[in-house]
């Protein structure tokens, strides 16, 4: 493929590149910390230490103690450790409420526990993809036992009002949970602030390495294992774990938190600066808040009638930028965005799709190469949609 250009990659909400210091941690521990971290001799207990020390780092990034945090192979397996975890402490079902704009992470366990019998409550949104806390108070029954609503949504890149919503359930006796792998290392998060009992996080997201996450678990909650077998993470997660990818995790999670506010402003300068070179382009309609502080600092999101989402993403890979369709292919045939058709989009804008993501390696140049090639797209002959 010969060589990608890093700043043109504007797809960090997919997944982002582990920084060489993260790199380098998972080098050290795979050769150095290769025990398995139950065993009782200096082998075992050296991979034991470089997993404590990552469960700190992670921990320190929310705000937590580090005996709350469970490692997970990621922001799926957390989530639903959250969910069926939950519902697995009770005989019969009872009922959930979730978002309408909910990763698959979330959506499909919740359609899994109503094929047995659960009752879900899924809440609308308004056209921005905003879920609102007074909503959720009326959606609140006798038998609601957990909400789950994620903090910032990938698609539209909404950040939702999650301790309003946390507030709602706290004084309702209800639990909640939120999905913040695209929040942690972009916003500041605190669990005690937030009001959360539970909350997931994924550390490719955040520049950490593939197949790792972490799921934070309030003291006094209590969830029940997914995957049963031994007793890692206080038996709430089975397997022996991946030691070099939690020690990356863990200082990927610790230089998130050391420069995030820094990175976050830069982030936020260079969101407004496209979003004002994309406005001037005619076709693309901005998806999510159309007030930038109320969506996530990286993230812009957009569609239009006159092209597919993926005909978008290709001809900008073609001209070797990387951004992400909304809309995802199944079975040979193209499906709407389902987060724009909850916000009230069109079926035909719904396909139209994009999201931009930037990070890091993002420059004011790449901006600027992005909206002239946007503009070149945009004024070619429309694609019929089949």
Same mark, same amino acid.
């Given at each position: 493929?010969?060589?990608?250009?890093?700043?043109?990659?504007?797809?960090?909400?997919?997944?982002?590149?582990?920084?060489?210091?993260?790199?380098?941690?998972?080098?050290?521990?795979?050769?150095?910390?290769?025990?398995?971290?139950?065993?009782?001799?200096?082998?075992?207990?050296?991979?034991?230490?470089?997993?404590?020390?990552?469960?700190?780092?992670?921990?320190?990034?929310?705000?937590?103690?580090?005996?709350?945090?469970?490692?997970?192979?990621?922001?799926?397996?957390?989530?639903?450790?959250?969910?069926?975890?939950?519902?697995?402490?009770?005989?019969?079902?009872?009922?959930?409420?979730?978002?309408?704009?909910?990763?698959?992470?979330?959506?499909? #366990?919740?359609?899994?526990?109503?094929?047995?019998?659960?009752?879900?409550?899924?809440? #609308?949104?308004?056209?921005?993809?905003?879920?609102?806390?007074?909503?959720?108070?009326?959606?609140?029954?006798?038998?609601?036992?957990?909400?789950?609503?994620?903090?910032?949504?990938?698609?539209?890149?909404?950040?939702?009002?999650?301790?309003?919503?946390?507030?709602?359930?706290?004084?309702?006796?209800?639990?909640?949970?939120?999905?913040?792998?695209?929040?942690?290392?972009?916003?500041?998060?605190?669990?005690?602030?937030?009001?959360?009992?539970?909350?997931?996080?994924?550390?490719?997201?955040?520049?950490?390495?593939?197949?790792?996450?972490?799921?934070?678990?309030?003291?006094?909650?209590?969830?029940?294992?997914?995957?049963?077998?031994?007793?890692?993470?206080?038996?709430?997660?089975?397997?022996?774990?991946?030691?070099?990818?939690?020690?990356?995790?863990?200082?990927?999670?610790?230089?998130?938190?050391?420069?995030?506010?820094?990175?976050?402003?830069?982030?936020?300068?260079?969101?407004?600066?496209?979003?004002?070179?994309?406005?001037?382009?005619?076709?693309?309609?901005?998806?999510?808040?159309?007030?930038?502080?109320?969506?996530?600092?990286?993230?812009?999101?957009?569609?239009?009638?006159?092209?597919?989402?993926?005909?978008?993403?290709?001809?900008?890979?073609?001209?070797?930028?990387?951004?992400?369709?909304?809309?995802?292919?199944?079975?040979?045939?193209?499906?709407?965005?389902?987060?724009?058709?909850?916000?009230?989009?069109?079926?035909?804008?719904?396909?139209?799709?994009?999201?931009?993501?930037?990070?890091?390696?993002?420059?004011?140049?790449?901006?600027?190469?992005?909206?002239?090639?946007?503009?070149?797209?945009?004024?070619?002959?429309?694609?019929?949609?089949?």
């Amino acid at each position: 493929m010969g060589d990608l250009d890093p700043s043109l990659y504007f797809d960090h909400s997919a997944t982002t590149p582990p920084r060489p210091e993260v790199l380098a941690a998972f080098q050290k521990a795979a050769t150095e910390a290769w025990g398995n971290p139950s065993s009782l001799h200096s082998w075992g207990q050296r991979a034991a230490i470089a997993v404590e020390i990552a469960r700190q780092q992670v921990a320190t990034l929310i705000g937590a103690a580090p005996e709350r945090v469970v490692f997970t192979s990621g922001g799926t397996e957390s989530d639903n450790l959250a969910i069926v975890g939950i519902a697995r402490q009770f005989e019969s079902p009872q009922h959930l409420i979730i978002s309408s704009v909910e990763h698959a992470a979330i959506a499909k #366990p919740a359609l899994y526990l109503e094929s047995q019998g659960w009752q879900v409550t899924r809440l #609308p949104v308004n056209e921005q993809g905003q879920v609102s806390s007074f909503v959720l108070a009326d959606a609140i029954q006798p038998d609601t036992v957990l909400v789950s609503v994620i903090h910032g949504q990938s698609e539209v890149g909404s950040v939702q009002p999650i301790a309003d919503m946390a507030e709602v359930c706290r004084e309702a006796g209800v639990l909640f949970h939120s999905d913040c792998v695209q929040t942690a290392g972009r916003l500041p998060l605190d669990v005690d602030k937030l009001g959360v009992d539970l909350l997931s996080m994924s550390s490719h997201k955040l520049y950490g390495p593939q197949g790792v996450g972490a799921l934070y678990v309030r003291d006094g909650v209590d969830i029940a294992p997914v995957a049963l077998g031994g007793k890692q993470e206080a038996t709430l997660r089975a397997g022996t774990q991946a030691v070099p990818s939690i020690a990356g995790f863990g200082v990927a999670a610790e230089l998130a938190q050391q420069e995030l506010r820094e990175e976050a402003q830069r982030l936020r300068g260079l969101q407004a600066q496209l979003a004002e070179a994309i406005a001037a382009i005619d076709g693309l309609v901005a998806t999510g808040p159309t007030d930038l502080d109320d969506r996530l600092p990286h993230h812009l999101s957009y569609c239009t009638d006159r092209h597919t989402g993926t005909w978008l993403v290709t001809q900008l890979n073609l001209a070797g930028f990387a951004v992400s369709a909304g809309s995802a292919c199944s079975s040979g045939e193209l499906q709407p965005n389902p987060t724009l058709l909850a916000s009230g989009f069109s079926e035909q804008q719904a396909l139209g799709a994009i999201r931009i993501a930037m990070g890091k390696a993002t420059t004011e140049g790449a901006i600027v190469r992005l909206a002239e090639t946007l503009q070149v797209l945009m004024a070619t002959a429309p694609m019929s949609v089949s």
